[in-house]
């Protein structure tokens, strides 16, 4: 089970979590780019290739035998801060549908560039499964 923290007093923030406590089995998934399962882009836009990073997030922790509420942590490399803001709404409602919650610590950075030329943004995502969830 995890468990989004928030210290007393605080505002709960919107579309994240300020920390997570879990306990279980880590899984690290290193930065995952918007191109599918043959390393080839389906699109230049910012938005799909967000949601094509978040589904290749969820098919790696998938192959480590657990689920999207599983995930505690996310950094998010960004090549354009404006074309991240400008598609939230179609990247808020992917991530609603193949995350679900928001209860994870999340970071946003906007950074020159990335490894491949055509990659707009990278995720890299650590999740904890428990101990219950693998024995089932």
């Not at 490894?115 to 024995?135: F, G, H, N, W, Y």
Request: net charge negative; proline share 3%; charged share 20%.
């Amino acid at each position: 089970m995890k468990k989004a923290l928030l210290p007393a007093g605080w505002v709960k923030p919107r579309g994240y979590a300020n920390g997570v406590a879990a306990s279980g089995t880590q899984v690290y998934i290193a930065g995952q780019i918007g191109w599918d399962e043959n390393a080839c882009f389906t699109s230049r836009e910012f938005g799909a290739q967000a949601v094509q990073a978040l589904r290749n997030v969820v098919a790696v922790l998938d192959a480590a035998g657990g689920r999207p509420e599983h995930l505690v942590r996310m950094t998010w490399y960004v090549t354009d801060k404006h074309e991240y803001l400008a598609s939230l709404k179609a990247i808020g409602a992917a991530f609603r549908e193949l995350i679900g919650d928001y209860d994870i610590a999340m970071s946003a950075v906007q950074v020159v560039a990335l490894i491949e030329d055509d990659a707009k943004v990278e995720i890299e995502a650590t999740a904890v499964i428990p101990d219950s969830a693998r024995a089932a």
